[in-house]
């Protein structure tokens, strides 16, 4: 039972990292119905602008005097830096392309993924860095042998606060009414006098934010970054929007969870041989019996 | 139309030229070639011998050379990746026409190489790579480091006898010739020499989060957790181990070795761990020493195992090529085969009949971050 709930909190803060980078997809699947190939590049340079924005700020003493307000201060520069380029992304290689086939911006996204990639490793250098020490990371209580440890929870509650954070904004906000008259009909919604534009610049710049934040958080758990991290975890989050239904904010996080549990738990009571193959297989079967995902909506097709 | 002429004539002439100066060069030098993981994530495995492989390069050349002509070393980066080796290999042989090849670290890339090699025989000697099946792909095929059974009972005595653990958790990289290899020599060394093994769980190299593993480890209780990985995971799986409360040692084989593998809160999460290698740079032997000085004066950073270990590579392929007195590969391949204690920095070198190399094991203990010598065990 202990070792359960330990596997448990394992799962969760893994599964809150795949929730956060899956936030990002569905949004943008949901305003323009296109998969962001280069969103897990975007959680990669999140990580590498919070490595270098330590260096920055000059306290990256890689083993503690780390203070609260520092890594605060990191999560939101990165979160700048990372919607900065999610807008500049939009911009340069997918606005021209907005009116093409679904097919060229899509593959102009694995581009643009590849791009990034390879030029972080020209940048950062391919071998891995080693993430500095923002927090540090302290024994919180101890339920009879299962040790609860302070990252584990920060990345837990960073990730809801985020997600009630974003909530708030898409549903009580002027833009977040605007964002979904938008994801129901680009072409009504102009004519309601919605800038399309600057909703579409929006959603980049906070699914690129949130990316950036699940970097972070990432390198906070896992201090070992490298330029292509965001090949995996990218994938992994993608399938986790799909699992939660693919332009459901809600779903997303949903999903990204039972990634994370599944994944945790598959390695930790069977073998981490089957966990890939395993997690894929629940996908499957959920798709099978609800083709649109957990919490996704049936899509009518008008003829 | 008569300017065309001329132009073709001109660069006739060009070309003709180009290609007798091309001969030329190839009569002056002998060519070996050298794979190595100069770029990607176990990128200190290919720098670090390569530089040792420069210095021997250096050694030789300013003292006459070989047989009358220059060593040209031709040095090839595969990413620390096995097809990319066998792309890097095929034009090392067919074009750049090396007469002995180097490489590798990883036992996954030598034995990307190893056929290649075998087929067009051509010599090649791995510096360190420790899986038995490397050298057993052909006899063109040698090693101048141990193997993984000998490194498994070094690593089975030290636990029982040192570390006196008898209880053992195995977590092994499943996508890695060299850990499955090392594990199971491991295994069967360490149940033979009493020792009891609990947990075997496994990971795939590249993985980030290891907690669901070593969760499962933590509520066998083991003793200790042999981690037959690379630098690059063992690092996060200490760091990871640690945060969920895993206190006990974990020790390793020589795929620990990299200045890389303690940065960062890694430095605290291993300290008091083990692994065994070719070499202690802490070795009063004066060829050791004196290695060591010409090494930090020329690349002003420390050496590591690997180093030596491609000195020694490279300096064993020219001995073969003097003592057969050609560069033909069947003759260096009969003379390396013959080698009986050549005298190397990691040791006296000898190749028994599996074409491997008989030299001792080091374990070193970490401390601070440092590499401290633990003991010598020989074979």
């Not at chain 1, 039972?258 to 798709?287: H, N, P, Q």
């Not at chain 2, 209780?221 to 042999?226: D, G, L, R, T, W």
Request: aromatic share 10%.
């Amino acid at each position: 039972m202990i070792e359960f709930i330990q596997q448990f909190i394992n799962g969760l803060s893994l599964g809150s990292i795949y929730a956060l980078i899956a936030l990002g997809y569905t949004m943008i699947y949901g305003i323009l119905r296109f998969i962001n190939f280069a969103h897990g590049d975007v959680f990669m340079i999140g990580a590498f602008s919070g490595y270098y924005l330590a260096f920055l700020f000059s306290f990256a003493t890689f083993t503690g005097g780390a203070s609260v307000w520092m890594a605060i201060l990191i999560l939101l520069g990165s979160m700048v830096v990372c919607s900065i380029l999610g807008f500049t992304l939009e911009k340069l290689a997918y606005k021209p392309l907005r009116n093409s086939p679904k097919l060229t911006i899509l593959i102009t996204a694995i581009g643009v993924s590849l791009f990034l990639e390879y030029g972080g490793q020209l940048v950062f250098g391919a071998d891995p860095k080693s993430f500095p020490t923002l927090l540090e990371n302290k024994e919180l209580f101890n339920i009879g042998g299962a040790a609860v440890f302070s990252n584990s929870v920060v990345v837990i509650i960073v990730s809801l606060i985020l997600m009630i954070i974003l909530r708030i904004i898409v549903m009580n906000t002027k833009m977040g009414t605007a964002m979904r008259a938008v994801s129901f009909n680009h072409n009504v919604a102009s004519l309601m006098g919605i800038n399309i534009n600057r909703v579409i610049s929006f959603t980049f710049i906070l699914g690129s934010s949130l990316a950036a934040a699940a970097g972070i958080l990432f390198g906070l758990n896992y201090p070992k970054i490298d330029p292509l991290i965001g090949i995996i975890y990218g994938l992994k989050a993608f399938v986790a929007a799909v699992l939660g239904g693919i332009g459901n904010i809600l779903g997303a996080a949903l999903g990204g969870l039972i990634l994370g549990l599944v994944e945790t738990f598959v390695s930790g009571y069977l073998s981490s041989t089957y966990r890939d193959a395993i997690a894929f297989g629940i996908l499957i079967i959920i798709l099978l019996f609800r083709p649109t995902g957990l919490l996704g909506k049936k899509e009518i097709e008008k003829v | 139309m008569k300017s065309k002429v001329t132009v073709f004539i001109t660069l006739f002439f060009l070309i003709s030229v180009m290609i007798s100066s091309c001969n030329k060069n190839q009569d002056n030098v002998i060519k070996i070639g050298q794979f190595a993981s100069l770029t990607g994530s176990e990128a200190t495995f290919g720098i670090s011998s390569d530089n040792g492989i420069k210095l021997a390069l250096e050694e030789i050349n300013s003292s006459g050379g070989l047989l009358g002509k220059q060593i040209q070393l031709v040095t090839e980066d595969n990413q620390g990746k096995p097809n990319e080796t066998q792309t890097v290999v095929q034009k090392l042989i067919n074009r750049d026409k090396v007469v002995g090849i180097i490489g590798e670290v990883a036992s996954s890339r030598s034995k990307a190489a190893a056929p290649i090699c075998q087929q067009n025989k051509i010599p090649m000697i791995s510096q360190a790579s420790t899986n038995p099946e490397v050298t057993a792909i052909g006899d063109y095929i040698f090693r101048v480091c141990f193997i993984d059974p000998f490194q498994a009972t070094v690593m089975s005595k030290f636990a029982l006898n040192s570390m006196k653990t008898k209880k053992v958790a195995l977590l092994i990289d499943q996508r890695n010739a060299y850990s499955t290899g090392l594990a199971e020599n491991f295994k069967k060394t360490f149940v033979e020499m009493g020792g009891e093994i609990i947990e075997e769980q496994k990971y795939s190299s590249g993985d980030k989060d290891f907690k669901a593993q070593l969760t499962a480890i933590k509520y066998k209780n083991p003793e200790a957790i042999f981690i037959p990985g690379y630098y690059t995971d063992v690092g996060l799986i200490a760091i990871q181990s640690r945060e969920i409360g895993l206190t006990i040692p974990l020790f390793g084989g020589d795929g620990w070795e990299s200045d890389k593998l303690t940065e960062g809160k890694a430095k605290d999460a291993l300290e008091g761990c083990f692994f065994s290698t070719h070499i202690s740079t802490e070795d009063p032997n004066p060829l050791i020493q004196n290695f060591i000085k010409k090494y930090r004066e020329k690349y002003k950073i420390e050496p590591d195992a690997y180093s030596f270990l491609g000195y020694d590579a490279l300096m064993l392929m020219a001995d073969a090529i003097k003592r057969a007195g050609t560069t033909d590969g069947e003759k260096v391949k009969l003379e390396l085969a013959k080698t009986k204690d050549f005298k190397g920095v990691t040791g006296n070198i000898t190749i028994n009949e599996q074409r491997n190399a008989i030299k001792p094991a080091v374990v070193l203990e970490i401390k601070g971050g440092k590499f401290k010598y633990k003991e010598t065990i020989a074979p």
